[in-house]
Structures are given as C-alpha cells and as structure tokens.
C-alpha cells in the first residue's frame, strides 16, 4: 500500500551556505539559485540563498496514524532517490511550484512577486525583503530569531566525556571499529537548555548534509534517537573482511589501537552504554578537521561528529557496491548502517520544532569559520544564552531580542573550496 505523504515546509531546513563569495550549498548542476540572485542580488549570503527556499522537508505515514519526519537530505532521498528516479516536484513547497509552473525562470520569480504562496498574509516580495521563506507559512516577518548557544570546544571537554568502542557500519564504503569520545547529545542539549516542547534535532554540516534524529526511541530503522542507550553489541571479525588482510576485497578497517585484543563474538562493554554522542576524540586524537576536496567531497571528520550506534546491532556487511557478495557478510539492505546517519564536521543542532513566533537564525554554511573556530551552535526549542552573558534568554525577555536576535549573521563564513555536493 502507498505511503500517504505529507510536505513540510522549509522551517524543517535551516540553510547551509558557504560565502557571499562562492556560490551558496547547491546540489549538482542545479541552476535555479543563480537565477534567484540575477532578480535579487542582494540575497547572496542569507538564507534563501539555499534550495530551502522552494523545496520542503516532509513527512510520510509508515502506518496509520503514524507519521515518520525526515530532514531535507533525507526527505529528497526518500522522494527523489540517489538515482533520480523520483519526481523532485514531490519536493517543492508552495512557492517553487509557483516559479515552476510560471517558467522557471528569472520573469517566473517576478511574476510571482506579489502572490502570497505560502498563505500567510504576507507577500513574496514582503518575505524576501525580510529573509523570510515564501514558501513556509510558519516562517513570516512576524517571527523573531529563536533562541541559541555557541560551545567552543574547551566547553565541551569540561563537560562529562562519554567513551565508546563501535561498528560503524556504512552501505556503500569502507566499515570500521573505532572508539569515539565526546558529549552524549543527551547531556549536552539539557546543558543548552531544551524545552519541554522539544520532539528531536537536525544536525548540519557545512557542505549542506543534515541528519535528523527523535529525541525518543522510533521503529523507523533509519531514525536514531537522541534519548536513553543503545543495544549491547557484540565484536565480529573476520579475515575475508579485513582490509589489512584481503586489500583486494576486504571492507571493512580493523586498524584502530582500539581492536586490539579483541576475538569475534567478544561483548562490547561500554560503560555507562552505548549512546548518541558528540565526538570530539578517535581513539584519543582530537578529529580531523572536515574539508571539501578537488572532487566537491567532505574529507575529514572533526572538529565535531554526530555518532549513533547500531538500533539494532549486526555484524559490518560487504560494501552494495562491491561485486564479489559471496562472501562471510554480503550486503544486506536490512541491516544497520549507522555511518550514513553519523554527521561529519557538524556545526549546527537545530533543536525541533521551532518555537511559536520563532524563525531560523539568518546563518549561512555555518560554519567553515566554525570548523576552523572549533565551536558548534544549538539553536531553536532551547532556553539559549544568544548574547553569551550567562543569562538565559528567557530571563532577558525582549532586550535579548534586540542585541542578540534579528537577522544578522553573527557566524562570519569562509569559502573552502568546491561546493554542491552533499556528504554521502
């Protein structure tokens, strides 16, 4: 039976840019963007600068009466797949249809300038001037900039670290055991704040790949929770799988100090359980900091990396591509692959849903100065601490929304390479 599907507006999507200087995060060949900024240049660098501003989050009814929400890179792979095979209309919200259906094009845009898309009261043209998305009813002039904190990285460090030895089980590359240490999300969004409101986070990271992940446990495979712990797991190997041993057709990376001594089957023991956790430590070093390669490729991982375990823990399959599946574990599409879900380079937690009469922070690809800065910032349902004195926002009222909120972009951005292409 086919899933009943429900758009989500781009409140879902917080915008990943790079520079006023480059090009903005768009996906490979896409060329409406520069179309956008031909009628408005002025746009560069904010936040509609984005393919937020005409395609939508979404969400679909695995069964009835229950509604699985996925984040903007999840939802297109979901609608529109790796292969193209979907219809990407299924992605637009209301105001890229309007500039579809009128000609994709830069008259299209002008065209559509004094329509109200979204039904919100509040013209196109009134809600781009403002850096609002006519495309998004909950997102209006009205909206004030929600609460958020800034961690540098020694805030993190003080914090309790959590350790934790893991499968990283990837479907189309190279599995490996590693051990990663960093902040159980679930500590460090009660440090931030978090309101009772709260229902998950979208994690971002500055080449325009997002993750989103439920605070509480989901029978939806693919969606790790943020809450509680994770299933014991036990430690398989294999010389057919070891890349060290069989270069040719081994897929999975046993290299790490932290294999050491350990046989097939051993239990991982991990204390206080297996958790989501911000990584800040492989193995004990400090991560690699990301950056984009030649290719328009994340490489690296740090200074931040969103880690789930396995929700239900298997042993590292053969990679989907690989030719030879005659093998001790050939691919299996229902087993878990959690490397997929785990964030590299992340710089930014929205945590969802935004509150009431509250709108995106205005930041662009938050982030290669945040790489380089080694912070991470948590916005959205949080009692934040936007103007850094220590003093949650809710006790500063309105002052605080005056010298801390409004559209600026308090995140200066730096251009790092090639962009467009989202982590795989």
Known sequence: ?????????????????????????????????????????????????????????????????????????????????????????????????????????????????????????????????????????????????????IYTKAQLEAMPPHSQFMLMNASRHTDEYIEYTGVAIEDLLQDAGILDSATGITVFAPDGWSNYHPLDQDPEPELYHVSDTYPEAVYYYHEQADIALNPEEGWCDYSAPSCQGRNNGDPIEVSGGLKMILAYRRDGMHLDPGVLNKDNKLDGEGPYRMVPPQKNPVPPDQSSRAVNQDVIWPYTYEWDHNKGAASRTATIIRVEPLPEATTDINILEAGWDYVDQEKIIIYGAIDGDSDGNGIPDSDEGEEMQDKGGGDSCFISTAGRGFLGLAQK
């Open 1 to 149: 039976m086919k899933k009943k599907i429900l758009f989500l507006g781009p409140a879902l999507l917080l915008v990943l840019l790079a520079s006023t200087a480059f090009s903005a995060y768009h996906h490979e060949g896409e060329q409406d963007a520069v179309k956008f900024l031909d009628v408005y240049p002025e746009k560069a660098g904010t936040k509609l600068d984005h393919c937020a501003l005409c395609h939508s989050g979404g969400q679909y009814e695995k069964k009835p009466g229950k509604w699985t929400s996925l984040g903007s890179c999840q939802w297109c792979h979901y609608t529109y797949g790796y292969d193209g095979s979907g219809n990407i209309g299924d992605t637009m919200n209301t105001y890229g249809k309007a500039y579809f259906v009128n000609g994709r094009s830069a008259e299209a845009l002008r065209t559509v300038e004094n329509d109200d898309s979204d039904k919100d009261g509040y013209t196109n043209i009134a809600e781009i001037t403002a850096n609002r998305f006519p495309g998004d009813p909950n997102d209006d002039p009205s909206k004030v900039v929600a609460s958020f904190r």
